[in-house]
């Protein structure tokens, strides 16, 4: 029915008591999701949302009592990478940082405890992961979905809302919103996640939003190719910075490597993808 | 951040690495005496963030006295992309014979330091034609684990490096490492690194960015880069933690996250239309931030209305018409501001703000920027 959550997750918090991790809690809490405790350090034995979840000084403890099998972060940047550690130590399956801007070279040392592990990470600075009617383990609003057999992965959180609410308005469902995140060193690819939608017997089509920088979209364009048997549509934000008095702008920054803007979507369209020029083409795509 | 030349080198000096000897000028006079300290034949280079200085005239080499003050008046006349010079250090010159390049970069994708050797060093090697017909070789590095001897030995074996020159690559490349980490780099570069007549390894250029996400621990060393290196206006956004970008447009836009950065670039460009700034608030932003980001688009004189594009996830829309609010209150604005505003509380953001006189709304992106594109071209005419 899903990808990376199903209905039978048990969802837990890293930061619950905070600002932000404890609205959005509400917000998974409200919208169904099997939420089952979370932590915030010092504040162990206490329970918020008037004695419906449990806190937990550390993960260890809210495994144990619980077990959670899902960990959503709202710790702050600083803290993340330690976070995330935390998880992966106690074998947490899917570690979704909605926390993003990371220190970079925190981050290097995540990828490098990821790969000795079975633990799978969606994001940092990604919306989450939503199931819709069944679970929302993140930050996407309610109600901008309907249930479904689309499978959408985005980069961007606010680009997959667009994307989202452009499909809710054509009456189209999705299977499920993986949002991978915006950060420059993130977790699962486009790659994997497309690879997660070909096996889920719940998703029929896939959509996928890219966007400038590094060249994941092309590295999922020859994965389509040769693995991918459910139609594939691609919307890529940014393809006309290439030609544009914008480059300089971008590659000034450094951060951003632009030797793949403008090559994404031939190299996607090779591979047999079906191009939306702008988000309001996508739905055109899917009825085709 | 990237860091100037002169700074880099202050820490690639403290770090061990051998660089000739050299001293920063701010104006003609300062660049004589320091030259005379130093000795002739002294190299002048203008110290600019922006690429392009060598073709520029700003990299000279200058035999004697008699030169000194002609060629630092002109380089000090040199104008970059719009930004003057302020400084130049003055370098003792230096007779090699090879120039290699050496650097830890970092692959993103691959999410690890990346170290970088090439025999191929100098000027032009980061030009794309020559970068793409010299012979680079790379090691990843698991960050876990550190740059080790042998990964350096391979990249010099590998490209025939004379063994007498071992020992000097290994040392340096494991201080540039060691830089890399202590200073959250995203690059340290050493272009070029030249065997002197002595059989010395030297570093004759050297660039270094910091990573702007690890700035906030990196203290004080890093606040006396900032006020050299930083705009007011980058300042401020570090302060506020938000991401400003400036352009040659004529359109202030404020985005939460960087996807619909990009969407509202795009429609903008689609329409022929740059914006002047664009601030990116990211996830959950409080209203403070978001008051100060609008306060630099309505300060800007460059842009004639302000796009305020939301589509809240984390970023809640009650939040934001609290910080759009405050503003409001404190100052009235000049321009109109246009705004779409959806996603988390979304209504009870609109509610509050409905009854405002400088706010126009907006359901879509792509309606939202249409209309600011016209109003301010109908504002030319």
């Not at chain 1, 403008?262 to 190299?267: E, H, L, R």
Request: proline fraction near 4%; include cysteine; charged fraction near 20%.
């Amino acid at each position: 029915m899903s990808i990376l959550i199903n209905a039978d997750s048990r969802i837990m918090v890293q930061g619950i008591t905070g600002r932000r991790g404890r609205f959005h809690s509400l917000q998974m809490l409200k919208s169904g999701s099997q939420i089952v405790g979370g932590t915030s350090p010092g504040r162990g034995g206490e329970w918020c949302f008037e004695g419906r979840l449990p806190i937990f000084d550390t993960v260890r403890e809210c495994v144990e009592a619980t077990n959670a099998d899902v960990s959503v972060i709202f710790v702050p940047p600083h803290a993340t990478a330690d976070a995330i550690l935390e998880s992966i130590d106690n074998g947490i399956k899917t570690i979704i940082s909605i926390t993003g801007s990371i220190p970079l070279q925190d981050m290097m040392i995540v990828k490098s405890a990821l790969k000795n592990s079975d633990s799978i990470l969606v994001g940092p600075n990604s919306p989450g992961v939503l199931v819709p009617g069944i679970a929302n383990a993140g930050i996407f609003p309610s109600d901008i979905t309907l249930q479904g057999n689309v499978g959408v992965v985005s980069r961007s959180g606010t680009l997959c809302y667009e994307v989202l609410d452009t499909l809710k308005q054509s009456g189209i469902g999705v299977s499920t919103a993986v949002g991978i995140g915006d950060d420059p060193i993130i977790g699962i690819d486009f790659l994997t996640c497309l690879e997660l939608f070909e096996f889920d017997p719940h998703t029929d089509k896939i959509v996928m939003i890219g966007g400038p920088g590094g060249d994941n979209e092309l590295k999922a364009a020859s994965y389509i190719s040769e693995n991918v048997t459910k139609p594939v549509i691609a919307y890529v934000v940014g393809e006309r910075f290439a030609t544009s008095l914008l480059r300089p702008f971008f590659s000034k920054s450094g951060m951003l490597s632009l030797d793949s803007l403008g090559k994404k979507t031939s190299g996607l369209v090779e591979a047999g993808v079906l191009i939306a020029d702008k988000l309001s083409e996508i739905p055109t795509l899917i009825n085709k | 951040m990237k860091l100037q030349e002169y700074q880099a080198k202050s820490i690639l000096r403290e770090a061990g690495i051998p660089l000739p000897n050299s001293a920063l000028a701010t104006n003609a006079v300062q660049v004589k005496r320091v030259a005379a300290e130093i000795g002739y034949p002294v190299v002048l280079k203008a110290q600019t963030l922006e690429p392009g200085r060598g073709r520029a005239g700003g990299v000279r080499i200058v035999q004697n006295e008699d030169e000194i003050e002609n060629v630092s008046n002109g380089i000090f006349k040199l104008v970059l992309n719009h930004r003057p010079i302020h400084s130049i250090l003055v370098e003792k010159a230096f007779t090699f014979s090879k120039e290699y390049y050496l650097a830890i970069t970092s692959d993103l994708d691959a999410g690890t330091p990346v170290l970088r050797l090439s025999e191929a060093g100098g000027a032009t090697f980061l030009e794309p034609e020559s970068f793409r017909d010299a012979l680079v070789v790379e090691k990843h590095i698991d960050i876990n684990y550190g740059l080790k001897d042998y990964q350096i030995r391979e990249l010099m074996a590998s490209l025939r490096i004379n063994p007498i020159f071992w020992k000097q690559f290994q040392q340096i490349a494991r201080k540039i490492y060691a830089v890399y980490r202590q200073f959250d780099a995203t690059l340290v570069e050493i272009n070029s690194l030249v065997e002197s007549t002595q059989d010395q390894l030297f570093a004759l250029d050297a660039k270094i960015s910091i990573d702007n996400q690890s700035i906030f621990r990196q203290g004080s060393f890093c606040e006396s880069f900032e006020s050299a290196n930083f705009s007011w206006e980058e300042r401020q956004a570090l302060k506020f933690d938000v991401d400003y970008q400036s352009f040659p447009g004529d359109i202030g836009c404020m985005v939460n996250g960087m996807g619909l950065a990009y969407l509202t670039l795009d429609q903008l460009l689609s329409l022929n239309a740059l914006p002047s700034a664009m601030i990116d608030i990211h996830g959950g932003a409080t209203s403070t931030s978001i008051s100060s980001a609008l306060e630099m688009l309505l300060v800007d004189t460059r842009s004639k209305v302000v796009v305020i594009n939301i589509f809240g996830g984390m970023t809640r829309c009650d939040e934001v018409a609290q910080g759009i609010l405050q503003t409001l209150e404190a100052n009235q604005p000049k321009k109109p501001i246009f705004i779409r505003l959806e996603g988390t509380n979304g209504d009870s953001g609109l509610e509050s703000l409905f009854n405002n006189e400088n706010l126009t709304f907006f359901n879509t992106t792509a309606a939202l920027v249409n209309a600011a594109v016209a109003w301010q071209r109908g504002d030319e005419q």
